[in-house]
């Protein structure tokens, strides 16, 4: 279980060298919370337990004043986590709004 990490200057983009559900969920589990992430997990449905873990994430890295997005095709996701974490549909949607976070945070 790995990821095809790409580091900028203000985030990284996370992309899963693996297909299967269960991988995805145990490495966003143990992702760090050190830097402003943008996962593309267009190679999954968002399913409740990706939800979950994706939320989970989002939290700590809000804690930490840290950006957390993530990338899906659509924007059919269960209605419970619309709220919960970030989801856009592009990576250049992604990069805007952790921009965006960033300069807010610098207010």
Same mark, same amino acid.
């Given at each position: 279980?790995?990821?095809? %990490? ?18 995805? %969920?145990?490495? =966003?589990?143990?992702? /760090? ?8 997990? /267009? ?6 337990? =990706?939800?979950?873990?994706?939320? =989970? ?13 993530? %990338?899906?095709?659509?924007?059919? =996701? ?10 856009? /549909? /592009? ?6 709004? %952790? ?9």
């Amino acid at each position: 279980m790995s990821w095809n %990490i790409d580091k900028r200057d203000k985030f990284e983009v996370y992309v899963p060298s693996f297909h299967l559900e269960i991988e995805f %969920i145990s490495a =966003i589990s143990i992702l /760090t919370f050190d830097s402003n992430k943008i996962i593309d997990s /267009t190679k999954f449905h968002p399913s409740h337990e =990706i939800c979950k873990v994706l939320q =989970i994430a989002y939290s700590k890295h809000e804690y930490h004043f840290k950006s957390f997005v993530v %990338i899906f095709q659509n924007k059919l =996701i269960f209605p419970s986590f619309s709220e919960s974490f970030v989801f856009v /549909t /592009t990576q250049s949607e992604a990069i805007d709004y %952790i921009y965006m976070e960033e300069l807010e945070r610098n207010l």
